[in-house]
């Protein structure tokens, strides 16, 4: 069973219970003794139970991710309920759902999580998805942030499910959304490395991603997994390895927002090459 369809079958339980407690609770006037009497009962404060149904729920069918997620809609309904949110939400792939939860993971890696890194990953959500992609995602987001996060639990869970060039993409969103801002910061570059130790990413093409990022002066051979010592017949045939591995198609099924997004990364192994070529004056 996949994310999406736990979550779907979350959502629909979770709006089933909250339309029987609505129906459960007394109409105002029933409170009175008399059908002349004025109510004088005081209004009660809504309860929100749908976020510890949805979590409750999410954790039983899906494990921590389900659990954070169910969390997540469930107080999105609450706040649906009491006129916070205007429409419901969209249902995120897997994909999407586990790129929000890492990312909420990684926001939440220096203690402090500020005005502007919401902002910064908004806007990489509207350059990656589109803006109304973008406003779903960060409504989510807000909400799981509220959440202590296993970072661990929820990386092995999409080792679990997800195909590895799917991993990697994931892997090089994680570093574009920590540099949105400009810099990286130590405790997110950690979080991102325990991340990748989890999901299963390999030393190399760890080192080849955050060569893209982070930048040295080896940084082109990094990316490649090459070395300057390398011959150029190792270089050609190491790029040529590198292209089939972070070529677009391998993450096609995931959507085309996310193919077009693997792109960049794809242009950037380009770019690599051919700054190593200009260098040696491989033609």
Sequence with gaps: MTYLIIIFVIGIIVYLTMNFIKKQKKHPYEASNSANEPNTTQPQPK?????????????????????????????????????????????????????????????????????????????????????????????????????????????????????????????????????ADGQFHSREVEMIDSISSYLGISNNDYVSIKAMFVKDIDSAYKILEATPESTDDEVKKAYHKMAVKYHPDKVAHLGEDIKTAAKEKFQKLNAAYEEIKKQRGIK
Excluded: C
């Excluded at 809609?73 to 759902?97: C, L, V």
């Excluded at 203690?111 to 992609?133: C, D, H, P, T, W």
């Design 47 to 179: 309860k929100s139970y749908g976020k510890w149904i949805g979590g409750g729920l999410g954790w039983a069918f899906g494990g921590p991710i389900g659990a954070i997620m169910g969390f997540a809609f469930g107080s999105m309904y609450d706040g649906m309920q009491t006129g916070k949110y205007e429409s419901k939400p969209t249902q995120s792939g897997d994909f999407s759902i586990s790129l929000l939860i890492l990312s909420a993971a990684i926001m939440k890696a220096d203690g402090l999580i500020m005005r502007s890194e919401l902002e910064y990953v908004k806007q990489f959500f509207i350059r990656q998805f589109g803006a109304y992609e973008a406003q779903q995602k960060i409504k989510l987001l807000k909400e799981i942030l509220k959440q202590e996060i296993n970072a661990q639990d929820v990386s092995l869970q999409i080792k679990q499910y997800m195909d590895y060039p799917a991993r990697l993409q994931l892997l090089h969103f994680l570093f574009g959304i920590s540099s």
